[in-house]
């Protein structure tokens, strides 16, 4: 059982450029969440989804955008990046009321 | 909304010295309360939790923590710190029934392990 899985595992960025962040769950889990995590600011939330086709924002979400087709994927997209999001982006699943992280993907916006 | 605080930035343990982390979390009810831990490069897994019932409770690599109502506390502490507990520990609240909008984590804690 792999859990979550990000991709890519990292990558550099134009700014400007548009970037799609993977992310994939075999859990099941109904809930999803993308957070971003800088230093000095911990873990913030940037979207979240409770179940398959439904979408909700957190604490950071200007300039990002989520869908949910289905269970298992919750690609995070950057329209337009800029410096600001250069940042460690994690993706996390629910179950039992416990967070499963992935791997985390370091993007960084020039 | 819920809020949680660890006010050591950085600490310097030991190895083989005992270990306290410090969190403090604002609520106005009995949350459900974590900690995280993370390698460098790596995610981050979870070290316990406390939803409900002993407020001491135990979870992986030997650690332990206290959920302290009175002092809005929930503390982890392990008696003998290695090397390889050198990490950022992360802890986090979510309130019951929130689970939607996932956990508000604090800012972390380094912890340098010293030989």
């Known amino acids: 059982i792999a859990g979550i899985t990000q991709a890519p595992t990292s990558q550099i960025l134009a700014a400007g450029r548009r970037m799609t962040l993977r992310c994939t769950q075999d859990m099941r889990h109904n809930a999803m969440y993308w957070y971003r995590q800088d230093l000095g600011l911990g873990l913030r939330l940037i979207h979240y989804?409770?179940?398959?086709?439904?979408?909700g924002k957190g604490e950071v979400p200007d300039g990002y955008s989520v869908s949910r087709a289905n269970t298992d994927d919750f690609p995070l997209t950057l329209a337009s990046a800029v410096p600001s999001q250069t940042s460690v982006y994690f993706c996390a699943s629910s179950g039992d009321r416990v967070l499963f992280f992935g791997p985390g993907t370091r993007l960084t916006v020039l | 909304a819920q809020s949680v605080t660890q006010p050591d930035i950085h600490i310097t343990v030991s190895e083989g010295a005992s270990l306290e982390l410090r969190c403090n979390y604002s609520y106005g009810a009995t949350p459900y309360l974590f900690w995280y831990v993370q390698s460098p490069g790596q995610g981050l897994q979870l070290l316990l939790k406390?939803?409900?019932?002993?407020?001491l409770v135990q979870g992986i690599k030997g650690f332990e923590a206290e959920f302290k109502r009175s002092q809005s506390s929930f503390n982890l502490r392990k008696p003998s710190v290695h090397w390889s507990d050198a990490a950022e520990y992360f802890c986090?609240?979510?309130?019951?029934?929130?689970?939607?909008?996932?956990?508000?984590f604090g800012k972390g804690t380094h912890l340098i392990i010293q030989p």
């Open positions: 989804s409770n179940t398959a086709g439904t979408t």
């Open positions: 986090a609240v979510g309130t019951p029934g929130g689970g939607a909008d996932g956990l508000t």
């Open positions: 406390y939803f409900s019932g002993d407020t």
